[in-house]
């Protein structure tokens, strides 16, 4: 699907111990979005990027920071995780139409 | 901030029944996705709707967006158990250096009784 990979598909970890999520892209598009998703939420944008070293926060950025060191990279970090960022995360891309992909998903617990 | 409202929440329904979800804003849209996400699977784009009124179909599938670009809907005829799934629709909340900005609604969750 799109050439897009998250690591790690599911992790637990403890409150106030740091994560980082990667998504990985291997067709060089430019728009590259981090999303939670939690149940009667959908899908909330966390943070975006719109090109090498260019992001963005979206509607639920706290607590959370993002880089883009390569095309192909997007990480997503939790500094100090807390129990309310339980979630499913999910990285998309946006190719050259109006269409995002979205890569499998990281199911992280934070106990 | 821009919200869509989806509705129902959850819907049940006896295979070959119809199905349909709404999605409603106080605000125009500029247009409209909808994503379909597959139980323990990630969402799938299904279309966009942009001009007012528009109505687009994929086989028993029927996408429509209102005069006023308020609302639209997706309605799946005869479902099959292929179809059981959360639905989402998106709106496009801007588009600042040409990073399009996705909000969702909360999602409509289709399961079938075979």
């Known amino acids: 699907d799109a050439g897009i990979t998250q690591s790690p598909r599911h992790k637990v970890t403890e409150t106030g111990t740091p994560v980082t999520l990667r998504c990985h892209q291997t067709?060089?598009?430019?728009?590259m979005y981090w999303y939670r998703q939690d149940p009667g939420h959908g899908l909330r944008l966390i943070h975006y990027s719109y090109g090498v070293k260019d992001t963005d926060k979206g509607e639920v950025s706290d607590g959370y920071s993002v880089s883009r060191s390569k095309t192909e990279d997007f990480l997503l970090t939790l500094e100090s995780a807390t129990s309310s960022q339980t979630s499913v995360y999910f990285c998309?891309?946006?190719?050259?139409?109006?269409?995002?992909?979205f890569g499998p998903g990281t199911r992280l617990t934070v106990l | 901030g821009q919200q869509v409202m989806q509705i129902p929440q959850y819907q049940h329904v006896q295979e070959g029944e119809d199905f349909t979800t709404y999605c409603n804003s106080s605000?125009?849209?500029?247009?409209i996705q909808w994503y379909k996400q597959r139980p323990g699977g990630h969402p799938v784009f299904l279309i966009q709707?942009?001009?007012?009124?528009e109505v687009k179909k994929q086989k028993r599938l029927t996408f429509q967006f209102g005069e006023a670009k308020k609302n639209s809907s997706l309605h799946i005829t005869a479902t099959q158990t292929t179809d059981v799934g959360t639905y989402f629709c998106a709106e496009e909340n801007s588009h600042f250096q040409g990073a399009q900005k996705l909000v969702f609604g909360q999602g409509t969750r289709l399961t079938i009784n075979p």
């Open positions: 709707l942009v001009k007012s009124g």
């Open positions: 998309a891309i946006r190719g050259g139409g109006v269409t995002q992909y």
């Open positions: 605000t125009t849209l500029s247009n």
């Open positions: 067709e060089n598009h430019r728009y």
